[in-house]
């Protein structure tokens, strides 16, 4: 077998792979970064509602914002150049571009106007939630039980107001930033790493 034979015959075995491979993988990264961020934007929304004098909103989530996307776009960035990804990956990318789509038209058209700066939270919340669900319930279990648990954190929150944005950062930390730990503590076979 000559050198175009061999290649032809590894990019071919390379297709099937990427078309069958099953498992999500998520840069560890971004779920951190999105996880953290969101639980330290709620966290002092509730703060501030607790009564400490905590900056307004629009000087405190644009900053934390444009930092989380610095680390998602240099992480995107950094993996561009990927031996292979698998077609779920894509379908994980899209799942969470249409929830922040989603989310993101909601928050410009209805915000102040028909919701309010809590329902938001809990849109947010919600539309990232499913689409944690729709990715894990594709290839990945731990992701499948970060969406689990942060459902139960935004319902937890619906019905225990005062506390709305605290639930939802605790949400936020266990869907989000607790399964991006436990992926980052992994080792490249997929074994936890050693302490």
Known sequence: MDATDAGEHLRMLDGIVRATDRVVRVPPTILLSVGLFACAILALIQARQLGLPIPPDQYLQPPLFLLMFAVIGFTAWKGRH???????????????????????????????RIVSAAGMGL??????????????????????????????????????????????????????????????LRTPDGRAAAL
């Open 82 to 112: 990927a031996e292979r990804t698998a077609l779920v990956d894509g379908y994980a990318a899209a799942a969470f571009f249409a929830a922040f789509l989603v989310a993101m038209t909601l928050n410009v058209t209805a915000q102040h």
């Open 123 to 184: 849109i947010w919340a919600g539309a990232f939630c499913m689409a944690l669900l729709i990715v894990g319930a594709i290839g990945s279990r731990l992701l499948l039980a970060g969406g689990a648990a942060m459902l139960a954190a935004i319902a937890a929150a619906s019905l225990v107001q005062p506390w709305l944005p605290g639930l939802l950062s605790l949400g936020w930390f266990v869907g989000y930033a607790l399964p991006g730990l436990i992926l980052s």
